[in-house]
């Protein structure tokens, strides 16, 4: 079940575009994330302060998927950027 | 006390010193402002650092990891065995402290890494690099993929460096500076700077032949060949976005060669 707080990346990451993709740098540990195109629109979505569900919300309309894939998709890839230490707030899936 | 001025790319060091030693190897390395036969070019963009050197510590220990601290009065301080250096953040004045020649020059390219990427002004590369027909090329590579070899084999090309390259990047354009910073082959210093064409990254093989590099690739190959001690991930963030301007700047190839100077008639 997604928790209706709302999830931010953590401060101080840069997202950035090279040869159409994106890359996460994260200055504090010194890492260098390649993200995909819908992991680097998750990124993106995360600087307007959503909720998982709102996020959720947001990816089923932009790639035309359901909302429950939506949902399960997202919160596979919330632990994992978690799991980074990605996020500012802890998201517990 | 000897006071010199070195001259490294665009910046000046200000050095203070009185162990003879110290100053005998400063100035068989270092051009000093006012007084080296080669001109250097144009007027200094910046006021000097002072660096004051002392002699001290404990002999290198084999690892060159560098403890990283802050004083309660926010100077920065680095410290290996072999050396200290203790600096302001607005790299005004340095302080430092080293037991030998290896800890002298180790605490000088430190110093100076920090300094340049402080400015934002560009990046010191683990690299050597030639100029070939008025361009230069810039060899990188993991430990022992050949760097000084590439360059060894480059003669009678002119040298810019051999194992540190002093890389200046900005939006308009990516130049190579003659670095003092020396391992082993030393050449005519080279006044100003030269425009960078190419980075190759090195691959010993049998056969000869290049591979170019995508943007996105090259900005995470070569940002471990950056020389830099992380102490404050502002300045960290300089780094990846002074790396990416590189990238997108400069064209970045795999360069597969031998031994021998044919590698030459693959790099344009």
């Known amino acids: 079940m997604i928790i209706s707080d709302k999830v931010k990346r953590k401060p101080g990451l840069d997202l950035t575009q090279m040869d159409g993709e994106w890359i996460l740098l994260d200055a504090d540990l010194c890492i260098v994330t390649r993200l995909n195109e819908t992991g680097g629109r998750i990124i993106e979505l995360l600087d307007r302060e959503l909720t998982p569900g709102e996020l959720a919300e947001r990816l089923a309309s932009e790639y035309e998927i359901t909302l429950e894939q939506a949902q399960a998709d997202l919160k596979r890839y919330l632990s994992t950027l978690d799991e980074a230490g990605l996020l500012d707030k802890r998201y517990e899936g | 006390m ?90 005004k004045e340095a302080e430092l402290t080293v037991y030998n020649s290896f800890a002298l020059k180790h605490a000088m390219m430190h110093l100076y890494s920090l300094y340049i990427v402080h400015l934002g002004w560009g990046l010191l590369i683990h690299s050597s690099c030639v100029i070939d027909q008025g361009r230069a090329f810039l060899f990188s590579g993991h430990s022992g993929a050949g760097k000084s070899t590439a360059a060894r084999l480059s003669s009678p090309r002119q040298l810019l460096s051999d194992e540190a390259s002093i890389v200046r990047i900005t939006a308009d354009g990516v130049s190579v500076f003659d670095s003092p910073f020396r391992s082993e082959l030393l050449s005519e ?80």
């Open chain 2, 2 to 91: 000897v006071e010199l001025k070195l001259v490294i790319a665009e910046q000046r060091l200000l050095t203070h010193t009185s162990v003879p030693w110290i100053a005998e190897w400063l100035q068989a390395f270092f051009p000093i402002d006012g007084t080296d036969p080669v001109e250097i070019g144009a007027d200094p963009l910046m006021p000097a650092m002072n660096v004051h050197i002392h002699e001290g510590g404990s002999p290198f220990e084999g690892s060159f990891h560098v403890e990283k601290n802050k004083s309660e009065d926010g100077l920065l301080i680095f410290t290996r065995p072999d050396y200290v250096i203790t600096v302001d953040p607005s790299f």
């Open chain 2, 189 to 268: 210093r080279t006044p100003g700077s030269c425009s960078l064409a190419g980075i190759y990254l090195l691959n010993q093989s049998e056969q000869i032949y290049t591979q170019a590099i995508a943007d996105r690739e090259a900005f995470i190959r070569i940002l471990d060949k950056v020389f830099y001690w992380s102490y404050d991930s502002a300045e960290t963030m300089k780094i990846m976005k002074l790396t990416k301007i590189l990238a997108e700047q400069v064209a970045f190839h795999e360069l597969y060669f031998q031994k021998n100077n044919l590698f030459w008639e693959k790099i344009s």
